[in-house]
């Protein structure tokens, strides 16, 4: 995930939600079909 982690900000909203960049880049992983 260091290869996508950094590429994402958060917005407030996210960040007071406890969201953080890893559940972001592994819910795109999931929903985004990988060859």
């Given at each position: 995930f260091d290869?996508l982690?950094h590429r994402?900000?958060?917005?407030f ?7 953080d960049?890893?559940?972001v ?11």
């Amino acid at each position: 995930f260091d290869v996508l982690r950094h590429r994402i900000i958060l917005s407030f909203e996210a960040e007071a939600a406890g969201i953080d960049q890893d559940r972001v880049v592994q819910r795109i992983l999931d929903v985004v079909a990988v060859a």
